[in-house]
């Protein structure tokens, strides 16, 4: 299953437009290629919501003596190295820069999105992805290679809060509220995520960090909701800490004047 519509990269300042990642025709030269030194996006989740394109900064170093038609580059897949189950929609490649001409060393930069809109992208693609890196070489033939690189792409999660009342007498009760939603790729909404841990945190007035105060567990909905007593004037928060699908995310925060 492919989930890219069109697939264009870019090296020395020429375009090509690729119709997928094939696997090496039989009885084609393959080797004499290496990759080293793979970066995907600093080595984060790769985070995606349900309407903007996503860019992934991606390094990686190439050696070889041969003469390449187009490429390199470096973009997540699954099932086997080879297969057309790739995740990209587009991929610019920078021009060689020369580490050491006499072996034939490259450093490259990359820049890769994903849009989370294309048609056959959807829930099911959450989770981890593997890494290959792809270069086409003269007569039709092409180097492609597992860099045993895991890459774990995640549905963004959003997080609101409201703490009131405000102002609130010291010693008084505060209700924090709020509510937890996750990117559906299927449908590009954002829809609440019921059964999460979120944790309550506070910051108090002049300090540089927030603290976990308590936990809430969200409803069918995603609402959240606790209480706590006032002791002093600070800001209040909700932070999910997301999971192998879904992203960390934190609200903006509420500030209570405690009097």
């Given at each position: 299953?492919?989930?890219?519509?069109?697939?264009?990269?870019?090296?020395?300042?020429?375009?090509?437009?690729?119709?997928?990642?094939?696997?090496?025709?039989?009885?084609?030269?393959?080797?004499?290629?290496s990759?080293?030194?793979?970066?995907?996006?600093?080595?984060?989740?790769?985070?995606?919501g349900?309407?903007?394109?996503?860019?992934?900064?991606?390094?990686?170093?190439?050696?070889?003596?041969?003469?390449?038609?187009?490429?390199?580059?470096?973009?997540?897949?699954?099932?086997?190295?080879?297969?057309?189950?790739?995740?990209?929609?587009?991929?610019?490649?920078?021009?060689?820069?020369?580490?050491?001409?006499?072996?034939?060393?490259?450093?490259?930069?990359?820049?890769?999105?994903?849009?989370?809109?294309?048609?056959?992208?959807?829930?099911?693609d959450?989770?981890?992805?593997?890494?290959a890196?792809?270069?086409?070489?003269?007569?039709?033939?092409?180097?492609?290679?597992?860099?045993?690189?895991?890459?774990?792409?995640?549905?963004a999660?959003?997080?609101?809060?409201?703490?009131?009342?405000?102002?609130?007498?010291?010693?008084?009760?505060?209700?924090?509220?709020?509510?937890?939603?996750?990117a559906?790729?299927?449908?590009?909404?954002?829809?609440?995520?019921?059964?999460?841990?979120?944790?309550?945190?506070?910051?108090?007035?002049?300090?540089?960090?927030?603290?976990?105060?308590?936990?809430?567990?969200?409803?069918?909905?995603?609402?959240?909701r606790?209480?706590?007593?006032?002791?002093?004037?600070?800001?209040?928060?909700?932070?999910?800490?997301?999971?192998?699908?879904?992203?960390?995310?934190?609200?903006?925060?509420?500030?209570?004047?405690?009097?």
């Amino acid at each position: 299953m492919r989930k890219t519509v069109w697939r264009a990269a870019v090296a020395g300042g020429a375009a090509a437009v690729f119709t997928g990642v094939a696997a090496v025709p039989a009885g084609a030269a393959e080797g004499g290629v290496s990759f080293s030194r793979v970066t995907v996006n600093g080595g984060k989740p790769i985070v995606l919501g349900v309407k903007k394109e996503v860019e992934l900064y991606v390094t990686f170093r190439m050696t070889t003596k041969l003469k390449y038609r187009f490429g390199p580059m470096v973009f997540p897949y699954r099932g086997a190295v080879g297969s057309s189950e790739t995740l990209w929609n587009s991929i610019i490649t920078n021009d060689c820069e020369v580490v050491d001409q006499a072996k034939g060393v490259c450093d490259f930069e990359e820049w890769l999105t994903i849009d989370p809109r294309h048609y056959d992208f959807g829930n099911e693609d959450a989770g981890t992805w593997k890494t290959a890196a792809r270069v086409s070489l003269s007569k039709d033939t092409e180097d492609i290679d597992d860099q045993k690189l895991p890459l774990h792409v995640q549905r963004a999660t959003r997080v609101t809060v409201n703490a009131s009342p405000e102002p609130v007498r010291k010693g008084g009760t505060i209700t924090v509220t709020g509510r937890v939603a996750r990117a559906n790729w299927d449908t590009h909404t954002y829809q609440g995520y019921a059964g999460r841990t979120v944790s309550l945190q506070f910051k108090a007035a002049g300090a540089s960090s927030y603290k976990t105060v308590k936990k809430a567990v969200s409803n069918g909905t995603g609402a959240l909701r606790t209480t706590v007593k006032a002791g002093a004037s600070g800001t209040w928060r909700w932070t999910y800490f997301g999971n192998t699908t879904s992203g960390a995310n934190s609200s903006a925060g509420d500030r209570v004047e405690v009097r």
